[in-house]
């Protein structure tokens, strides 16, 4: 319909003043797992895609700008290195051939950004893939709550071992970056495959895959 006041013809050939575009700094939140004492961390790519700078928070509360090692969308891998004294002990790396249906994990991350928080369930299947999530998808799923803000976190083992970094979870549909609620489907990326991919990005920059 045609606008009916001079304002409204006024926004109709130059827009609404108040739709001017904000450019204001964009903040978004995840998660993350110290892997060595040299201060590598393994988290998902779509927690820092497109991001200017990564800012990481450790569990004692200090700060600091992490370095983008490399980041890999197809497997939906991403690692980071921070350079702190007195870094935490790094969390052990487990292995998916020793996982069972039915074995009892834990989520560990920063859901919603309230702080670290750990989750427990049961490790629900394996081999979940054609999800449409990433371009190779193995993934673990879980009843352990994950919510936004979960993602890159570990899925650890009754031992502490990780054997997945947390990646998605199915709301109305499957999503990495949902704004609702956490309803008893999360899938992680196993551990084998984002330590092949953590590997590649450390030593090379970028993941390459057999044809």
Known sequence: PAPNSQEEWFNFFFGDPSQVPDNSPEFSTGSGVLISKEGIILTNHHVIEGADKIEVALGDGRKTIATLIGSDPDTDIAVLKIDLPNL???IVLGNLNAVRVGDVV???????????????????????NHLGINTFENFIQTDAAINPGNSGGPLVDATGSVIGVNSAIASLGFSASSQTGSIGLGFAIPINQARKTAEQLITNGKATYPV
Not at 106 to 128: D, E, K, M, W, Y
């Open 106 to 128: 834990l989520a560990i991350g920063n859901p919603f950004g309230v702080g670290q928080t750990v989750t427990s369930g049961i490790v629900s299947a394996l081999g979940r």
């Open 88 to 90: 935490p002990e790094p």
